[in-house]
C-alpha cells in the first residue's frame, strides 16, 4: 500500500565547485506537512495594557498666590472661631456676674435707693446689662433724669446718675412740693425756708399750665447763686413773669426769650455795689441790652 505522506524536499548545500543561482536563492524548494503556509501567516499580537509603557503625568506646582490666600482664609477661620469662643465665655460665664454696684451722682437720693432698685441685676452678666434696663429698672425713682453705666470686670457696675434740678416750691396748702423745670415733683417740705429756692403759690393747677412753664423755664435759666436770693414768682401772662428777690426788690423779666443772656445781665446787675441813698427796688431785664434800675 502507497503511503500518503508527502515529501520533504530540502535543499542541499552546493558542492564546490558549482555556481550559485543568480538570484541568490536555492535551487532546491523544501516543502514539509508540519510548516504552515506563507500565504496563511497569522498577524502578529497586540500587545495588552498591561504590557504598554505607562503614561508620563507632569505635576505642576500651586501657585503662591493661591497659597497665601487659602492660608489666610484658614487662620482667618481659626481666629473667628477663638474669639467667638471667648465672647460666649464673657458673656454668659457667671465669672463675670454682677457683684457689686457702685453709685454716683446723687443728691437729692442716697446711693442706697439707687441700689436697692437695682436689686434684680445681681448676678446678672456684665456685658448683659445696657443703659435701658438700668433706666427701666430706675424709673420709679422720678429724680433720677439720665443714667449711663460703666462696667469694671470681672464683677463691678458703675451707675452714674443725674438727677433733675429742682427750680421752685409749689405751694399747696400747708405742703411745698418740690419741682423742676418740667415740673415734676421730686419730694415736699413744710419748711421753706430750710430749702433756698422760690415759692410758686398754686402751682399749674391753679395759674394755668402755660404761666406755670413760662416761670419753671425763667427759674431753670437762672445761676444757682441767683436762684438762692430768690423769694417767689409769678407771672400774669408768659409775657410777663416777675421774681421776688428775698431783700423785697421785683425783677422784671417779661417773657422766656433771650433767657440765657436775661440770665447774664440779671446776675451782673446784682453785683453792682448798692447806694444806700438811691437803693435799687426794681430790676427790669425784659430787654435784656437795654436793662433799667431804678
Avoid: C
Avoid at 5 to 34: E, F, H, L, M, W
Avoid at 40 to 55: G, I, T, V
Avoid at 270 to 280: E, G, I, R, S
Amino acid at each position: 500500500m502507497a503511503s500518503t505522506r508527502r515529501p520533504t524536499y530540502k535543499a542541499g548545500r552546493p558542492a564546490k565547485g558549482k555556481a550559485q543561482p543568480r538570484n541568490g536563492q536555492a535551487d532546491v524548494i523544501s516543502a514539509s506537512k508540519d510548516a504552515p503556509a506563507a500565504d496563511h501567516a497569522s498577524p502578529p499580537e497586540r500587545p495588552s495594557p498591561s504590557d504598554r509603557p505607562a503614561a508620563t503625568v507632569l505635576s505642576f506646582p500651586e501657585p503662591k498666590r493661591k497659597r497665601i490666600r487659602r492660608n489666610i482664609i484658614l487662620a482667618a477661620s481659626i481666629i473667628a472661631a477663638l474669639v467667638a469662643g471667648l465672647l460666649a465665655v464673657v458673656v454668659y460665664s457667671p465669672v463675670f456676674a454682677v457683684q457689686t454696684v457702685t453709685v454716683d451722682g446723687t443728691k437729692m437720693l442716697t446711693p442706697q435707693q439707687v441700689k436697692d432698685a437695682l436689686e434684680p441685676l445681681h448676678g446678672k452678666p456684665l456685658p448683659q446689662v445696657n443703659d435701658d434696663e438700668v433706666k427701666q429698672l430706675l424709673q420709679p425713682l422720678v429724680q433720677v433724669k439720665e443714667v449711663t453705666t460703666e462696667a469694671r470686670p470681672p464683677s463691678v457696675l458703675v451707675v452714674h446718675i443725674h438727677e433733675r434740678t429742682p427750680v421752685a416750691l409749689v405751694k399747696q396748702g400747708d405742703v411745698f412740693q418740690l419741682v423742676d423745670v418740667d415740673g415734676v415733683q421730686l419730694g415736699s417740705t413744710q419748711d421753706p425756708g430750710s430749702i433756698q429756692l422760690p415759692v410758686i403759690d398754686g402751682g399749674a393747677g391753679v395759674i394755668g399750665k402755660d404761666l406755670f412753664k413760662a416761670i419753671t423755664a425763667v427759674l431753670a435759666a437762672l445761676p444757682a447763686d441767683v436762684l438762692a436770693r430768690l423769694s417767689d414768682a409769678s407771672a400774669k401772662s408768659v409775657d410777663a413773669v416777675e421774681l421776688k428777690l428775698v431783700d423785697g426788690q421785683t425783677i422784671i423779666w417779661g417773657n422766656a426769650g433771650e433767657k440765657e443772656l436775661k440770665a447774664r445781665v440779671l446776675a451782673a446787675l446784682l453785683k453792682a455795689p448798692a447806694d444806700p441813698k438811691n437803693p435799687v427796688q426794681v430790676y427790669d431785664v425784659s430787654v435784656p441790652r437795654h436793662p433799667v434800675t431804678r
